[in-house]
Each structure stands twice: as C-alpha cells, then as structure tokens.
Nanobody
C-alpha cells in the first residue's frame, strides 16, 4: 500500500492561490479529491505515474494543476483563482495501477488515502 500525507492547506481569500503537497512512496497513480460539509467526496484531478496524462473535474479545469516529482516522492495540486465553493477538506489518494484508467475518477477505486488537509476560501 502507498503511504500518503498531505500538507499545504489553509485559509485564503477568493482569487488567491494555494499549493497542496502529497508525500508518498511507491509506484502509483495519484488523485486529489475533496469533501465539503454535508456533501459527497468529489473528484478533483488525477495523474498517472509517469506524469504524462492528467485529468480534471470541469469545476477546476483551467484553475488547478496536478503534477508530481517522482524523484522527490511528492505530488502537487496547484490551486489558483480560488473560489469560496472550493472550500473543503482535500485528500490525496494512490492507486497501485500506475497507468491511466477511467477508474481514477472514482474515489472507491483508490487503494490508499492521506489524512486530508483543510482548504478554506473566504469571500
């Protein structure tokens, strides 16, 4: 199983930026999900092991960028132009199948999860 740990959340004003990090070991595809109070966990972005393919939810496309540095065993989610509706607990997740699959869009297809980090965007 992949061991994951997120960092980088916090409080930011609307229009601001944050970068989340996910420290992990192993060969895996990585996803980011978020969950707001009273709502279901939703897909944000995913990237394959090689970094050669990524996919974004429509709600964040053009504002968020997922990336990874395998030499540093770290994945990233750069979040720009943040909106109040981006407020949620953000989770990184690992799937031990490193290549692309539509299953990467589904939270229950991941093998491992981080503890989550809170992102709050004020208006």
């Amino acid at each position: 199983q992949v061991q994951l740990a997120e960092s980088g959340g916090g409080l930011v004003q609307a229009g601001g930026s944050l970068r989340l990090s996910c420290a992990a070991s192993g060969r895996y595809a990585m996803g980011w999900f978020r969950q707001a109070p009273g709502k279901e966990r939703e897909f944000v972005a995913a990237i394959v092991w090689s970094g050669g393919r990524s996919y974004y939810a429509d709600s964040v496309k053009g504002r968020f960028t997922i990336s990874r540095d395998n030499a540093e065993n770290t994945g990233y989610l750069q979040m720009n132009s943040l909106k109040p509706e981006d407020t949620a607990v953000y989770y990184c997740a690992g799937r031990t199948t490193p290549a692309w699959s539509d299953r990467l869009l589904k939270w229950n297809e991941y093998d491992s999860w981080g503890q989550g980090t809170q992102v709050t965007v004020s208006s």
